[in-house]
């Protein structure tokens, strides 16, 4: 039986039908991406599926017991209480048991004969249930799940209140995640996680999750690594795909176009039927065979009624081309010994970026990575001149002509529609080009504004649109530079693979550096983004800063930097396991050393195991030798702060380290007895 279904819902908005007779059912454990372009009506259907919304028609039935969780846009959070607070918050009935057994306690002083066998029968019940909730880990919980998402200790004593959006976003999610429902709806969850963040996520829900997940996201990695399924909403219905986890939203695309190629030549048959059959109508509708055409003719009708094909929507979603710019100079930037850095609240220093020296050449494509408020923006400010930096300067090259979309929204005319503020900006951009009408509606359009949204004044948009309608105009200005700061945040996953294939690269394994310009943009590109396909699509070099201060300079684009990562990780595990191992060996040395002095005390203790009196010395040397290695490699990786963000891996070092001690003593003092002998 499906923890929640929905049947034949249907749901319009005033005249337009967003959802038409949509049916969706989830079983346990399963891992559903929601995708489609923006307006389809993906979050209504989320909506009613959570009970948040109570759709026209249709119903929503769910398992008895069943406990649906939904990340809501904007959480309504206690400004009163702290960041850590609040997240404990999602263990109240857990807080509600301890209440419980605390009271027991205290009655148990008390208490005598039967009153004292009922609460001690109580007490193991409430241990019981303590226990089988996680009830004496949640905190390690809580600091996994905050930390995974990006907090630090510092912020958890913040009130909820002086959080910003995407902080009480993050917040919102964690609560969520702490509270383990049994299905759980997400809307765009990464949408303000860093992609240290979107790392955590996936694998939290990949591997430690146990419930249901239905997620709507632009993040085609992790769609591609989390959901085993993929539903798309189109014209207010819904298409099911099967994926398999690893590739999913690569087999989606496969399957739909598939799908689509076989509608498409289905309706374009049928046409052709109709089309002859017409032809035969015209011709004949005047002479001797009259009665037969209108015969043919009433058929015609009725089957152009009855039919239930239609033509498919198209995949093209934007197409445009970017216009040629002109050529700037061979160096578009040069920096040495760039420095930056302010005092916090408390006034300590932060450093964002120092000494850093870089040369960004014509027509190369930089991205520039690392966790949110490391100072990305800042270091884009300051290249371009519009922020002086504590040390180091900034040559720009010549002819440069800069587009730049920021995050932050700029003030638009609120009585102006779309096509008419893309005519205004081109017309101010480049005058001796100017977008006729028809052209700057042909470009709306290539960005999903519909006709009537093209005259709809920009001041009813959401920010979302009109961040779209920037981001039109920007492209369409003839600049040699982009800088796009965040630009996918605001697109449905086919635009912003149309956006993307204009900027795109062709990966080339012969070339020496990673990527050649392969899409419309012949110019330079300075790419923020924590999307990871649009990165490794896009850029073939990385500024990377770590949020300390530091930066790295990489070659090649985001795929490539974190198989790097990985590898020196690896790398670097190797050798503390070595060093672990040789300091074990020494270790074991030196305790031989001390029970061959003639003062070493007699070992009175004469039982051990049949199993261990049965293995060789040799054996138990090297079991020995292995268990101190093992113990001090895994001391090792608890001391890298960076693991506490995996709060499943810390368990299981933290696991599998009490069972190697608990070996490890009757293993040692089988070897000190032999050497008594």
């Known amino acids: 039986m499906p923890l929640v279904a929905i049947a034949n819902i249907a749901h319009s908005f005033g005249t337009r039908r967003i959802l038409d007779g949509v049916s969706l059912s989830i079983e346990a454990g399963e891992r559903v991406g929601v995708v489609g372009r923006n307006g389809s009506g993906k979050s209504t259907m989320l909506r009613a599926m959570g009970g948040l919304l109570k759709a026209d028609q249709g119903s929503v039935s769910l398992a008895r017991g069943c406990r649906i969780g939904y990340l809501q846009q904007d959480p309504v959070l206690d400004p009163d209480e702290t960041l850590r607070g609040s997240a404990e918050a999602a263990f109240a009935e857990l807080h509600r048991l301890h209440q419980e057994l605390d009271a027991v306690f205290g009655e148990m002083a008390h208490a005598r004969g039967d009153a004292l066998d009922r609460l001690l029968k109580k007490q193991s019940r409430l241990e019981s249930q303590i226990e089988a909730a996680g009830g004496y880990s949640i905190d390690h919980k ?6 995974g998402l990006g907090f630090v200790d510092a912020q958890f004593a913040l009130s909820t209140g002086v959080l910003s ?4 976003a993050r917040l919102s999610l964690a609560r969520l995640l702490l509270e383990e429902p049994d299905v759980l709806l997400l809307d765009e969850p990464t949408n ?9 996520l996936e694998s939290f829900l990949r591997d430690e ?8 996201s632009h993040d085609r990695y992790l769609l591609d690594n989390v959901v085993t399924r993929i539903v798309e909403v189109e014209q207010g219905r819904l298409i099911d795909y ?8 690569q087999t989606f695309r496969r399957l739909r176009a598939e799908r689509r190629m076989v509608q498409l030549r289905a309706w374009e048959a049928q046409e052709t039927k109709f089309k ?4 035969f109508i015209d011709r004949y509708r005047a002479g001797q065979r009259a009665k037969q055409a209108k015969g043919r003719e009433s058929k015609l009708e009725r089957a152009r009624e009855q039919t239930t094909l239609e033509r498919p929507v198209e995949l093209g979603t934007m197409r445009f081309a970017l216009p040629p710019a002109p050529r700037s100079g061979e160096i578009v930037a040069k920096a040495r010994s760039l420095t930056k850095r302010y005092e916090d609240e408390d006034g300590n220093e932060k450093k964002l970026f120092e000494k850093l020296d870089l040369t960004i050449a014509r027509g190369e494509r930089v991205g520039i990575i690392g966790p949110n408020g490391a100072g990305k923006s800042t270091l884009v400010k300051c290249l371009l001149g519009e922020l002086e930096p504590n040390e180091g300067d900034v040559n720009l090259g010549a002819a440069l002509v800069v587009g730049y979309f920021r995050q932050t929204s700029v003030d638009l005319d609120p009585e102006m529609p779309v096509y008419r503020y893309l005519q205004s900006v081109i017309q101010k951009e480049t005058p001796d080009r100017p977008l006729s009408e028809q052209a700057a509606r042909d470009l709306a359009g290539a960005f999903l504004f519909s006709g009537d949204e093209q005259i709809a004044p920009l001041g009813r948009m959401s920010g979302g649109e009109r961040g779209r309608a920037r981001l039109a105009a920007l492209l369409a200005s003839s600049k040699n530079v982009l800088v796009l700061d965040e ?3 605001h697109l449905d996953i086919e635009s912003a693979e ?5 900027l795109a690269l062709e990966i080339e394994a012969t070339s020496e550096r990673p990527g050649q310009a392969g899409g419309d943009f012949e110019g330079t590109l300075l790419l923020i983004s924590h999307d990871r396909a649009f990165i490794d699509a896009c850029c073939n070099r990385l500024i990377v800063l770590d949020g300390h201060g530091r930066t790295e300079i990489f070659e090649g684009n985001y795929t490539q930097w974190h198989q790097a990562q990985l590898t020196r990780a690896r790398e670097q595990a190797a050798r503390d396991a070595e060093a672990a191992r040789a300091q074990a060996e020494a270790d074991r040395k030196k305790r031989q050393a001390e029970i061959q002095k003639p003062a070493a005390k007699p070992i009175t203790k004469t039982s051990t195991s049949d199993k261990l009196s049965r293995m060789k010395t040799e054996q138990l040397e090297q079991r020995i030798s292995d268990i101190e290695g093992r113990i001090k490699a895994i001391d090792a990786s608890l001391s890298d702060g960076g693991v506490w963000r995996d709060h499943a891996k810390c368990d299981k070092l933290g696991k599998e380290r009490t069972a190697l001690v608990q070996e490890l003593e009757p293993l040692e003092f089988e070897w000190m007895r032999r050497a008594e002998e």
């Open 209 to 216: 999750f146990r419930g249901a997940v239905v997620m709507i």
């Open 192 to 200: 303000h996680l860093d992609l240290d963040g979107r790392l955590w």
């Open 242 to 249: 099967p994926a398999p986890k690893g590739s999913a939203y």
């Open 487 to 489: 630009p996918t945040n």
């Open 498 to 502: 149309r956006v993307e294939s204009a």
């Open 276 to 279: 002859a059959e017409q032809r």
């Open 142 to 147: 809580i600091d996994a799940v905050l930390h």
């Open 165 to 168: 959006g995407g902080q009480r």
